[in-house]
């Protein structure tokens, strides 16, 4: 009589279950396969990664961006028409599927570092190149309605890169185990030793990075100069509606040393505060005068400007999502605020004894005030009680209308070289901090040049050129800037020098232990594995990557080898050894 006993005992594989489950639906053990991945999945492998990679990109992009929300956000409005916060959208939908991206790639990896066969479930598919698409068509948006903003990548590498060098570093030394795994545990062939030239290329382009870098607050801290001005760009329009007396009056309470404001000139020559050419986005115009509410706001006299109100938009839109952080009191002074004068911004700055930064927009030619805007201005000025040489203006106009403005400081809005500021007489530049580069900087303030930067509205920004040594800086959230007595991190070059040497060595250390773990293990594998098995043991290991079929009548005729030999109870026999996977055993033969 034989007594029959199950031949295959299962492991419990719960991590293998979950990994291959998620990944390609592939729950149960009959589903996977150790086979080698098609070259239709690789493709797709090779897909996720170009997805990671853009969304990694585009990600940083948008954080970095932040500085810029508003302008992001005015350039949208001066396109639709319609002012609407794009930013909110757009960040929902990067975090969302750069998550799910990642999350695929992870479980990709560990399918390769478990030896799985790559099978991505065809749902997968659709959203991986659902996400690639939308990313692509977001890049292509950006560069045609905001292509000036790719520069603030290249400015903030200047903040950010030594700690994406570490990261980096840290990534490409976790993924030197599945390289080496990769390498060392299958047959030698042109397509391993290629992909260890291209790791060893990508892990000494890491390691040689920081020669490239430009960081300026890599330095010695007895170097650094005073913490630089800051001018409330339209007061602090975060905190009330930009241009008005509340905005103006938060911004000198958050510490702002100096104001700007956008100069219009009304029809009947006053000077008032408005950004924009028309009345539409910061007014109520459309309710008061729905007929002309798209006309250029210069076209009306100051008694129908005054009638409009410049907080009520502010409550509505919310455009900063800061009205729920506003008392009752201050939404009661914002929904009563009407359009401001130069005059009364000018008064509010000489009673704070700030000085003013205007920009005076010059009226189109069939304005009756085009010839005499300037004396306008200078009036308004001279009204307001304050110092002359406190205010400076960037006028939008040729250079020949430079000199008409008398007694005014000029501050040109363009980059110039000292020689060219010599000649045509100015001291003073406000720059975009895309063209402000640190030997520019440095050269500027050599020559004894006042330089301001705009717009400047998050710490790593301002800390960058606070080390660059910039003497003032105009920003939208001065109450934000007010929050960084020091920059956020200042290192020596001797320190840096020594973090980054040392971090390299580190790396090199651990890859080269984790290729000799693995090549070490592999080797004691193997050998353990000759001593252990007989010859059609042998076959059948060399053959586990074969098809199914094959692999199927190697275990009969394995079985009927080992039961013709009379293995004994305890011994039992792994056909994937090397994983685990099952094991086949023998019960006793009684008769």
Known sequence: MVKHQPLQVYEKQVFVSFVTGIYGCRWKRYQRSQDDSS???????????????????????WL?????????????????GEWRDESIPILASTTVGFSYITFLLILALFHISLGQQLNLYWVHKIGVLAMLLTTISGVISVDDIWGDEWDIILVSLQSTAPFLHIGALATVTAISWLVAGYVVRRERSNFQVMMLLLYMVILLTVYLAPLTFTCPCIMDRHSLRLRP???????????????????????????????????????????????????????????????????EASFFNWTEIRSLSAGQWFLESDPYWTVETLTARDRSRIGNQTVCSLMEMLRLAAKANSSALLKVRRPPPE????????????????KAGITQKRVRTVTWTPDTDRGRVRGLQQ?????????????????????????????DLQEYLANNVSVTVYPVNEPWLYSILWCSGVPSVSSD?????????????????????????????????????????????????????MQNYNPEQIMLSAVTRRSSRDVNIMKEKLIISE?????SSTEELCLFPENGYATYSHGDLSH
Not at 563 to 567: A, C, E, H, P, Q
């Open 39 to 61: 070259r239709w999945e690789c493709t797709w492998f090779v897909i996720l990664c170009s997805s990671f990679l853009l969304l990694l990109f585009w990600a940083y992009f």
């Open 367 to 382: 304005h009756p005030r085009y010839r005499t805007w300037f004396m306008d201005t200078l009036w308004a000025v001279q």
């Open 477 to 529: 959230a001065p109450q934000v800037l007010r929050k960084v007595p020091y920059p956020i991190w200042l290192m020596s070059l001797n320190a840096y020098r020594f973090i980054w040497i040392t971090s390299d060595l580190v790396s090199i250390a651990v890859v080269i232990g984790i290729f000799g773990f693995q090549n070490y293990h592999m080797i004691r594998w193997r050998m353990r594995g």
């Open 64 to 80: 970095v961006a932040q500085n810029d929300f508003n302008e992001f956000n005015w350039s949208v409005y001066n396109r639709s």
């Open 229 to 295: 001005d800051v001018i409330g760009r339209r007061g602090a329009p975060m905190l009330g509606p930009e241009n008005t007396l509340v905005s103006f009056t938060r911004a000198l309470q958050y510490g702002a040393s100096s104001l700007e404001a956008d100069v219009t000139i009304s029809v009947d020559g006053v000077p008032f505060l408005m950004r924009d050419r028309t009345l539409k986005r910061t007014t109520d115009v459309g309710k008061v005068f729905p007929a002309r509410q798209y006309d």
């Open 563 to 567: 039961l013709n030999n009379g293995l």
């Open 411 to 439: 501050t040109a809005n363009e980059k110039l070289s000292v020689e060219e500021m010599r000649q045509r007489g100015l001291t003073s530049l406000t720059l975009h901090y895309s063209k402000a580069s640190t030997k």
